[in-house]
Structure formats: structure tokens, C-alpha cells
Nanobody
Framework: QVQLVESGGGPVQAGGSLRLSCAAS????????TGWFRQAPGKEREFVAAFRWSGSTYYADSVKGRFTISRDNAKNTVYLQINSLRPDDTAVYYC???????????????????WGQGPQVTVSS
């Protein structure tokens, strides 16, 4: 019964920045592990970043130093700040959530129970 509603995204020039938001209802984010995934056209969905229920974070090597995941408990919202965008960052970005007792790795998309609608991020050179 957890619902994830995403906002943000859109077209941006290379080198620019975007901030994606994911608001949850039905469960507090501090009771869940939240992940961000992305899927480029013709590609498999890949892991981007995760915010564990305990407060620790984990990033894919391809986005370390450029992407930042954060959480606002008062708003029950998680964010993905994306800086220094490159054309190969172009993808649909999905917010996902799962309970902390999941046995699947946090980097695996089938380990998550709930998904946002996936806004498009398009980076032009």
C-alpha cells in the first residue's frame, strides 16, 4: 500500500543539474530502504543510489561524486541531486522502496517492493 510519487526531471544541457523528488504515502521513509534506478532506451534498468532505513547511503561507481541521495523525514520525501550531468545520464529515473528485511541486494531492482512512475531525464550535449 506504499505509493511513491516522483517529480522533477526534464531536459537539461550537459554540465547542468537536476533535483528529483520522491514523496511516499502509506509508510514513513525512515522505516524503508529507498533506491534510485535508471533505465536508458534499449538498456537494462541499473542501480544508481540507495538510502538505507538506518540512514547510510550507497552509490553506483558511475555516479559517485556527482549524485547525492538525501531524505527529509518531515516531508516523507527522498531526493536525488544530480550534478555535472552527461549525455549518458539520459534515462528514465525510478524511485523504489523496500522493507529492510528483504533478502535481495539493495542494488537489485527485483529486491524492491514499490516503484514510482519514472520521470524522464534527457541530457543534451
Amino acid at each position: 500500500q506504499v505509493q511513491l510519487v516522483e517529480s522533477g526531471g526534464g531536459p537539461v544541457q550537459a554540465g547542468g543539474s537536476l533535483r528529483l523528488s520522491c514523496a511516499a504515502s502509506g509508510r514513513a521513509f525512515n522505516m524503508l530502504t529507498t533506491g534510485w534506478f535508471r533505465q536508458a532506451p534499449g538498456k537494462e534498468r541499473e542501480f544508481v543510489a540507495a538510502f538505507r532505513w538506518s540512514g547510510s547511503t550507497y552509490y553506483a561507481d558511475s555516479v559517485k561524486g556527482r549524485f547525492t541521495i538525501s531524505r527529509d523525514n518531515a516531508k516523507n520525501t527522498v531526493y536525488l541531486q544530480i550534478n555535472s550531468l552527461r549525455p549518458d545520464d539520459t534515462a528514465v529515473y525510478y524511485c523504489a522502496a523496500r522493507y529492510p528485511n528483504s533478502v535481495s541486494p539493495i542494488t537489485t531492482n527485483n529486491g524492491y517492493d514499490y516503484w514510482g512512475q519514472g520521470p524522464q531525464v534527457t541530457v543534451s550535449s
